[in-house]
């Protein structure tokens, strides 16, 4: 399986703010995604990032409210900009492909608890 | 469309009794994977197992068994003799092929169910 880090594993921010999460993998993956859980609920995916390009947004998500970079195989980082309460959540993010695992396997963070007041 | 229903929101049972956790899923895809995670009140999603749509034996794993069943479109999961540790959100998930040639895959998550086991 692969390690997957992320930072910061939790934060409380103001309305308006912003704040990007940086997730970290131990070996070279090929898809990243990033998903949201809200309070109580069950995981939405925001995007997939593919290194050197642009990221897939699903519907519902933008690029100006959730950018995302994927500069490398190891590393992702999701921005949730200009934020309000209701982006209060755990975001996760997940790798698929690493090495030895078989396709389609994904794997998660330990997410990012954000509480926006 | 693709979708997962698990239709138990909460389930409490008793230290060392079986429970069954129930998932139903809808896919037009031919090619398909479905999952089952444990989330505790950590938070973070532990991968318990990855089944695809042409293997449709069984599995046991300890405890944990897993009935899949295409013709009534369901993947369920028993826990036998359930501890406390056992008490957890599960998520069952489908995993939907999409991008240029089904390179990418994400997964589509069941709402959840809530195990509560007591001692």
């Known amino acids: 399986s692969a390690v997957i880090s992320q930072k910061p594993s939790r934060d409380i921010c103001q309305r308006g703010t912003s704040l990007t999460i940086q997730c970290q993998v131990d070996?070279?993956?090929?898809?990243m995604f990033w998903y949201r859980q809200q309070p109580g609920q069950s995981l939405t995916l925001i995007a997939t990032a593919n290194q050197g390009s642009e990221a897939t947004y699903e519907s519902g998500f933008v690029i100006d409210k959730f950018p995302i970079s994927r500069p490398n195989l190891t590393f992702s980082t999701l921005t949730v900009s200009n934020m309000s309460p209701e982006d209060s959540s755990i975001y996760l993010c997940s790798v698929e492909g690493p090495p030895g695992v078989p396709y389609n396997e994904q794997f998660f963070g330990p997410g990012t608890r954000l509480t926006v007041l | 469309a693709q979708k997962v229903t698990q239709a138990q929101t909460e389930i409490s049972v008793v230290e060392k009794e079986d429970v069954t956790l129930d998932c139903v899923y809808e896919t037009r895809d031919t090619t398909y994977y479905l999952f089952w995670y444990k989330q505790p009140p950590s938070g973070e999603l532990v991968f318990l197992i990855r089944r695809n749509s042409f293997d449709e034996q069984n599995e046991i794993s300890g405890r944990y068994s897993w009935n899949f069943q295409k013709s009534t479109s369901s993947f369920n999961f028993t826990i036998t003799a359930s501890q406390v540790v056992d008490s957890a959100v599960y998520f069952c998930?489908?995993?939907?092929?999409?991008?240029?040639?089904?390179?990418?895959?994400?997964?589509?998550f069941g709402t959840g169910t809530l195990l509560a086991v007591q001692p």
């Open positions: 998930a489908l995993s939907e092929a999409v991008g240029y040639g089904g390179a990418t895959n994400k997964l589509i």
């Open positions: 070996s070279q993956v090929t898809m």
